[in-house]
Structures are given as C-alpha cells and as structure tokens.
C-alpha cells in the first residue's frame, strides 16, 4: 500500500513545491530609465583619394585612435555586463540541476 501512496505523495509534493515556486514573484528588471551608455568616439571621415599624403597619414591615425576607443568601449561593457551574465548562466544551471533531480525522482519512484 505504501508504493501506491508513494508515487501519489510524490506528485502532490512537487504540484505544492511547484505552486510555492509560483508565488515567489521574479526579481524586478532595473528601470529602465533611457539612460543607454553610448561611445563618444569620434570617427574620422576619410579626406578623398585626392588628399595629400599628410591629410593620409592623420587619417590613418585618428582611425586607429577611433577603433581603440571602440574597442575600449566596447571591453568596459563587457566587464560590466559579466557579472550579471554569470549569475544568469549560475541561475540556469541551477534549474538545469532541479530539473534532472526531479526526473530522476520520478524515475526511480516508477521503477518501485
């Protein structure tokens, strides 16, 4: 009797767990408040074939100096970015694992 109980327990628990999970509402986002972090890099307009080789040469320099700001910006918002990117992929993995503990569960409860 207790095996045909079992499996009922089981499924009763997990609907229990399942509706607490259900109310614990999910963090806020942050409010969005518009303010979207954009570069101030400056991109050079390229002077014309017919520009002589000086006005070439402080191109080429300015363009190298853009491409590294960008690509300073582009590491600096990255770096902000990475923790939450950890704590999000930490959260699937979390959920990943419960899900397998419970099929697992189930599993083993069928095989009784």
């Known amino acids: 009797m207790s095996r045909s109980l079992s499996l009922p327990m089981l499924v009763a628990a997990a ?9 614990t ?3 806020a986002p942050a409010p969005a408040n518009g303010a979207v972090p954009k570069h101030n890099c ?22 190298v100096a853009y491409v590294d ?6 590491t600096d918002e990255q770096a902000l970015a ?6 999000a992929n930490a959260a699937v993995d979390e959920y990943n694992s419960a899900v397998r503990e419970y099929n697992d569960t ?7």
């Open 82 to 87: 990475k923790p939450h990117l950890d704590a």
């Open 15 to 23: 609907a229990l767990s399942g509706a607490v999970a259900a109310q």
């Open 106 to 112: 189930i599993e083993k409860s069928k095989a009784k």
């Open 42 to 63: 400056q991109k050079p307009e390229f002077p014309g074939n017919l520009a002589s080789e000086n006005q070439k040469n402080a191109w080429r320099k300015d363009f």
């Open 69 to 74: 700001c960008i690509k300073k910006f582009v």
């Open 25 to 27: 509402p999910a963090p």
